[in-house]
C-alpha cells in the first residue's frame, strides 16, 4: 500500500536511511492491535449480517468475509507479479492456503470439533482441491499463462453462482422470519454495524500489510531465499486476517462463520488471485523461478487439504484429532522447508 510505503520512507529518514528495530517492532504491534480489533469488530459485524438478512452464515463466511480477509493476498501477490518477484507472488497465495489449513483451520478443529451437514461443504471441497490440482497442472511447465489460468477464474465463478444460489433458496424459505428481523434493526443499529465492518475491513487489511511488510523486512536482511519468505513470512502474516476471525469465532462460538470462511478464502486465493497476478505480470506470463513452489509446495498444499476435507465429507463431522494432524504436519513442511530438507 503506498500509504504504508510512505510511512516506511519517513521513519527510515528519520533513523536515517535504516529502519530500527524499535520501529519495526513498533510497527508489528500497531499491525496486531489493528487486526485484532479489527477482526473482532468484523466478526460481529458479519455474524449481524447473516442474523438480519437471513443469508446463512457459511454463505457469510465463504462470501464478504473471504473477499475481505483474502484482500492482503491479492495486493501482496499482485503487486509482486506486477515488480517480476515470482517467487513472492505464486508462494503468497499458495502459502496462504497452507496457512489457513495448516494452522487457522487446524486451531479451528482442535478447539471447535463439530457435525457438519455435508451437503454444505460437498461442492466447495471438489473446488478447493479440484482448484489446487488445477493450478498443479498449469504450472507443471514452470509457467502460468494468463488464459489457460482462466480455468481457475471459472472455479471461482462456479463458487460464486453456488453460494448466491443458495443463498437467495435459503432466505427465501425464510422470508417471513427475516422481515420480521429485519423490521427489529432500526437506523442507528444498522449505521453501527455498517462502521463496524468496514473499519474492521480496514483494521484488518493495514494491520496485515504491517506485519507482512516489516517481517519481510526483517527476513529479508539475514539472507533469507525469496521462496521461504513467501510461504511463511508474507504468506502467515497475510493470513492473520483469516487467524484473528477464527479465534474471535472460537470465542463468540461462530464456527460456520469460521470454517466457512477458511475454505471460501483458499478458493479465492487459489482461483482468484494467481490468474489475476498473472494478468499483471510482463507478457501476461508468470514464470516461476523455483520449482520447489511447484513441485513441493502445492503438493504440500493439497494434501493438507486433503486431510481437513475428505474425512469430513465421509463422517459429516470436522473432528479434533484433523486439527492435531495438521498442525504437526505444517510445521514439518515449514521445519524442513526453511532447512532445505525438501527443495527442488
Not at 473482532?40 to 475481505?68: C, M, N, Q, R, Y
Amino acid at each position: 500500500m503506498a500509504s504504508l510505503g510512505l510511512i516506511r520512507n519517513l521513519i527510515e529518514d528519520a533513523t536515517g536511511g535504516e529502519l530500527g528495530i524499535i520501529w519495526t517492532v513498533l510497527l508489528v504491534a500497531v499491525g496486531l492491535f489493528l487486526i485484532i480489533k479489527g477482526g473482532d469488530w468484523f466478526v460481529d459485524s458479519a455474524a449481524w449480517i447473516a442474523e438480519v438478512s437471513g443469508i446463512p452464515k457459511l454463505i457469510v463466511g465463504a462470501t464478504v468475509v473471504s473477499f475481505a480477509t483474502t484482500l492482503p493476498e491479492l495486493l501482496v501477490s499482485s503487486f509482486a507479479a506486477a515488480r517480476g518477484n515470482v517467487s513472492i507472488s505464486i508462494g503468497n497465495a499458495v502459502g496462504s492456503v497452507t496457512a489457513n489449513v495448516g494452522i487457522i483451520l487446524a486451531i479451528g478443529l482442535i478447539f471447535m470439533p463439530c457435525a457438519v451437514k455435508r451437503a454444505d461443504y460437498a461442492l466447495k471441497t471438489v473446488l478447493m482441491l479440484g482448484g489446487g490440482a488445477l493450478l498443479f497442472a498449469l504450472t507443471l511447465s514452470g509457467e502460468l499463462h494468463f488464459l489457460p489460468s482462466l480455468a481457475l477464474i471459472a472455479v471461482f465463478a462456479v463458487f460464486m453462482i453456488d453460494n448466491v444460489r443458495r443463498a437467495k433458496r435459503e432466505m427465501g424459505e425464510n422470508k417471513k422470519q427475516n422481515a420480521e428481523k429485519r423490521k427489529v434493526s432500526g437506523g442507528r443499529e444498522v449505521a453501527v454495524n455498517v462502521v463496524k465492518f468496514i473499519v474492521g475491513v480496514a483494521g484488518i487489511v493495514i494491520g496485515a500489510d504491517l506485519l507482512s511488510d516489516n517481517g519481510e523486512a526483517l527476513a529479508l536482511q539475514i539472507g533469507v531465499p525469496p521462496r521461504i519468505v513467501a510461504i511463511t513470512v508474507i504468506a502467515i502474516g497475510t493470513s492473520l486476517p483469516e487467524l484473528v476471525t477464527t479465534i474471535t469465532a472460537i470465542v463468540k462460538k461462530q464456527n460456520e462463520l469460521s470454517f466457512g470462511n477458511i475454505i471460501g478464502a483458499n478458493i479465492i486465493d487459489l482461483a482468484l488471485i494467481l490468474p489475476v497476478s498473472a494478468a499483471l505480470s510482463k507478457g501476461g506470463v508468470l514464470k516461476v523461478d523455483n520449482m520447489s513452489s511447484v513441485l513441493v509446495d502445492i503438493p504440500v498444499m493439497i494434501g493438507l487439504g486433503a486431510v481437513a476435507l475428505i474425512p469430513m465429507l465421509i463422517t459429516g463431522k470436522f473432528k479434533r484429532w484433523q486439527g492435531a494432524l495438521l498442525l504437526v504436519l505444517y510445521v514439518g513442511y515449514i521445519v524442513l522447508s526453511s532447512t532445505g530438507v525438501i527443495a527442488i
